[in-house]
């Protein structure tokens, strides 16, 4: 369970992002993060990772975050990067896929393993010897997935996890994370994603919950969305 | 067809990316021990570095070395110099300047006085040559984890082989977000060539910009997945028997050419 009571941060320049934010996430729940552009979903993310601490406190599994934990904490925790440029670092998927895994204590028989059971599973064994550089955007964006499920996170976070795919490779994403059995938070823009993937929405507003309920009620609340600088999912839109 | 300056940019990149996958090979050069591979190329360097400056008949044997295992591992020589052409020429512009200060005549060339400036000169660049040589011949046969394995391996200090690691991981970074701006510059400034002097200044400090943020994000990434400063995940081979009877021969060569003249040596075989 992941849970954040009375959070607030601000950057150097005194503004605050984030103002005494306090939500549960409970195990198993796929939670979309929406909100217009500085709304403080990243942030929130950040937080969550322990990337940037802040006022208040955050428990996941009931253990409050703090510097002696944090690679405890971050061992459950599988972030997916809006770019994945920025994630798969390593020369070829594999060693990518092993990095986490291994860093974390598996044997490398066991993370070799593991990579090739992930792989198994998201239909990606062709990608395994593959150079990053030579990826295509949905291959490199699959294998990012990848790369974060070889590390058996309890909760998976995705940052815009569709942006610039096609619509091809953003169907396979979407398929993907529908079929992930873990607890999910994903920050998007794409509210049509977020209404495939989620069941529960929490609505920023500069760095307040504007709203947190069901994804069915709160992406059809059309007067609701538009005071967020949000527009009605096109599925709905159009119907 | 031309090549616009960020295609260029890109094609660096390309290169430079292509090191991994030279370093991925699986020839006998590449599957010797990580530690084996670096105390020998440390070795070469200091050999090469400790000729005399005039003693240019002694150091051109020390050529031999580098030129067998890039066969060895499979990877032309040339690609060496194609891969270095750039930084060749720095290298070779260090003893430029002296034959305009050492004029002590060495020997008669036809008509010409070779003089200690000119032998000097040679022998430097060619020290300078063959010390790249072998740190790209280290580079290309051994995965940059494993280099920084071993470098942790013989206590180098953890920051420093960390720095080595995220300036060749950011090298790419900063080169991709070079590309993406000068594509971006060329698309406004049609028929120019480079980047116009008056903005030099601010393109050079949103390159910066840019390329902190990128490389906070991706130190990020490495910090959720584990990373501690140590390299648990890069590929360890064992120290075996092969590796101490590489490093012995490695040794016994440079020890032959430093002080065993091997330039004379090579000649006897042919003139009596």
Redesign the interface.
Known sequence: MIEFKNVSFEYENGKPVVQELSFQIEKGESVGLIGANGAGKSTVMKLL?G?VSGDGEILIDGMPMSRNNL?DI??K?G?V?Q?S???M????VY?DL???P???GMSREEADRKADEVLTKLNLTDLKHR?N?KLSGGEKKMAAIA?ILA?EPETVLMDEPTASLDPYNRRIVINTIKDLKQTKIITSHDLDMIMDTCSRVILLSNGRIAADGPAEEILRDKALLEANHLELPLGIAKR | MKREPGNKIEHA??EL?AM??L??GSSFVHSLNPGAKLAAAVLYILAVLSFHKYDLSGIIPMVIWPVLLFTLAGIPVRTCFYKLRIVLPLVMAVGLFNPFFDHTPMFRLGGFIVTGGVISMITLMLKGVFCLMSSFLLAATT?I?SICAALRKIHVPEMLVTLLLLTY?YVGVLT?ELAVMTDAYHLRAPGQKGIHISAWGSFLGQLLLRSMD?AQ??Y?????????GRF??AIRTKFAERDAVYLAVSAAFFLLVRYGNAAELVGRLFVR
Request: hydrophobic share 40%; aromatic share 12%.
């Open positions: 990772l990337l690679a971050r061992k925790l972030f990067l770019d440029d920025d994630q670092f390593m020369p070829t060693e092993i990095f986490g291994v860093n974390y150079h550089h790369v590390m | 990149l390309h990316t991994d996958e370093a991925a995965p984890d991981r991709s990128r994000s991706l990020e990434s490495m910090l959720l997945r584990g990373y501690d648990h995940y």
